[in-house]
């Protein structure tokens, strides 16, 4: 197959890495490590201004994604049980009874109870990808991890920012954050506002 563009030119060619058409090596460029032809030179770069080079990274699965969510869910749901078990039994105990005339010591027990859920859910995830590897015990669990856009590992800033942009999220725009999943990319909104990505664990 000659080159897509001087047909005359038979021998020495490259495969475009956007395109998968061949060309020679007056008409291709190496950005990133991905050889790409002159016509795909401009999408490649607003790829790497975005922080997605598409081909570089093997994207987990939407169903990984999925269940290890799923887990994630369960561990922080059980904790959060938890914490509002222990947290309402230390109201009951500082306010005398389970029924309480004063109003304002409930509603910050309440306060108090729901700020810590809410620090601990974006804890769960901001820990343990800082610390293992881009991992929470359901990534772990499914064979995925958070990576930045170029594949290395992700910053402590990124990790709890991540978890707080994701809580965040769920509070406000709820179920329209996952189904970003779909794009091209496969990037959720929080992925997108972190610079994250979530690839296949082959450590």
Request: with cysteine.
């Amino acid at each position: 197959m000659p080159c897509a563009i001087h047909p005359n030119v038979l021998t020495e060619l490259s495969t475009c890495s956007r395109c998968g058409k061949s060309f020679c090596g007056d008409c291709i460029i190496t950005l990133r490590g991905a050889v790409v032809c002159a016509g795909c030179k401009g999408a490649m770069v607003q790829d790497v201004k975005s922080g997605s080079v598409e081909g570089e990274l093997e994207l987990a699965g939407r169903g990984a994604r999925l269940w290890a969510a799923i887990i994630d869910g369960i561990v922080q749901g059980v904790a959060c049980v938890v914490v509002m078990f222990v947290v309402v039994g230390i109201g009951i105990a500082v306010m005398g009874g389970p029924v309480s005339k004063d109003q304002s010591g409930v509603i910050l027990v309440a306060l108090f109870g729901y700020g810590l859920i809410f620090f601990l859910m974006v804890a769960y995830e901001g820990w343990m990808l800082s610390k293992f590897n881009g991992q929470t015990l359901g990534k772990k669990a499914l064979g995925i991890k958070v990576v930045a856009p170029d594949g290395g590992p992700i910053t402590t800033g990124q990790a709890w920012g991540r978890g707080g942009v994701r809580l965040l999220l769920g509070i406000t725009v709820g179920g329209i954050d996952p189904l970003f999943i779909f794009s091209k990319n496969r990037t959720t909104l929080h992925d997108r506002i972190a610079k994250t990505r979530v690839v296949m664990a082959r450590d």
